[in-house]
């Protein structure tokens, strides 16, 4: 299974977020929604509020989001507690899977007929909000002062504040213990261990495991693991002035320990790899026993235990030192809370969104869907009503505040072609077709351009 499908997860990307099969569709377009929503946005989107138009009367406002069946029960639930609030407001959904949400909302940007409230994703938060498509929340009443800053923070860019974090996730490694009992390895500590560790320990589960399972899947698919070897070696995917924050030779030495980690079956091979990206969440190595360990962002968890039928371990990163803040991990925004900037009813849309931030009513409809809730006394209010697998993210959550790196720079714009990037030259590399230096060559230079 490749490493952080998606955060919103899922992601980052994510399967709390969306259909399994849809999580492997949103990989293979990022490059191309990317590109058509800059074109689009340019065309169309040159900034300022709508003109207020509210006589008194009932005022309806459109609210678009991506994700499952699930995720749509759920928001429609918070959405009924805000109407029955506010009766003069009326919220009319629209929704869809991540595959077509951003060619939608890009053309409906293009034709001056944004939704109102429009979930956002981190990928493409400052492609449309330096084109000015998105609303300053700052300016509005919006009280932020029980969210976590890092989340926070991940909203705010040049235009202002043009997201409001839906949940909080940070990366992770999922272990599966009956795997590990099975061949009776031991679970690692994961406040010590190192990548040598991981190496060693992985490579021993696949000798005492059946045929066809290994120790850990292979990262390489999403910028979200490279992003995490960076930050432990002193470098960064991007700089706060949007540019790439790490050389060639960073990448090649990524893939150069992937490909020992291949050499050595700690995880598995080039075309079990592809094989294995392709496989909905369901049918995952970790769901099914063929891994014992990977690499998922925390909100994931709950899905895939489900999956598994059995109980997983969320673990931290192995770190170079085998000390925990050195792992570097940080609290990544699952998804923004955003409003467009045409929007005729400011004053309403950020009373909604200031709602699904700060409400125990929407807090106790949304739960955990998006994430852990950015709102600590939110958080606090609705843990009774947390499923175990729920609870366990919270946990894990609170358990690395203090360890947690600085937050990483915000992705720049063009920042959508990059997971594409990554997983097609990660393919290059493991297939023997590049060499790791040839592929963070050629790699580096594309990214480049990407966000150039």
Known sequence: MPLFPRSDAAGTNSPAAVSPSGARR????????????????ALSACGGGGTPQS????????????????????????????????????IKPEYGDWSGYWDKLATQVAANDAPDIIQMDEK??????????????????????????????????????????????AATILANPAVFKAAGVELPDDKTWTWDDFERISAELTA?????????????????????WLRQNGKTLYTTDGKLGFEPGDIAEWWAFLKQLSENKAVPSASEVVEAEAAPLDQSGLATGKNGLAFWWS???PALEKAAGSDLQILRFPSTTGKAADAQLWYKASQFWSASSRTKHPEETAKFINFLANNNKAGEALLADRGVYPNSDVRAAIESKLTPADIKVVNFID???????????PPPKGAGAIQEIVKRYTSEVLFNRLSTDEAGKKAHDEMKSAIS
């Open 299 to 301: 909100n994931q968890l």
């Open 208 to 228: 005492k495991s059946p045929k066809g399972t290994y120790g850990a899947a292979a990262y390489g698919t999403d910028e979200a693991s490279l992003g995490v």
């Open 26 to 41: 949103r990989n293979r377009k990022a490059g191309v929604i990317a590109a058509a929503a800059a074109v689009v946005i």
């Open 55 to 90: 006589d008194g009367g009932p005022v309806e406002l459109r609210f678009s989001w991506w994700g499952s069946d699930k995720r749509a029960q759920v928001t429609r639930a918070a959405i009924a507690a805000f109407e029955a609030e506010n009766p003069n407001i009326k």
């Open 124 to 169: 493409y938060i400052t492609e449309y909000s330096t084109r000015g498509a998105l609303l300053d929340l700052s300016k509005y009443k919006i009280d932020t002062s029980k969210l976590d800053e890092a989340a926070l923070n991940a909203g705010k860019g040049e235009k202002g504040l043009t997201g409001i974090a839906a949940g909080i996730n």
């Open 399 to 409: 358990q690395i505040k203090d360890e947690l790196g600085e937050a990483p720079a």
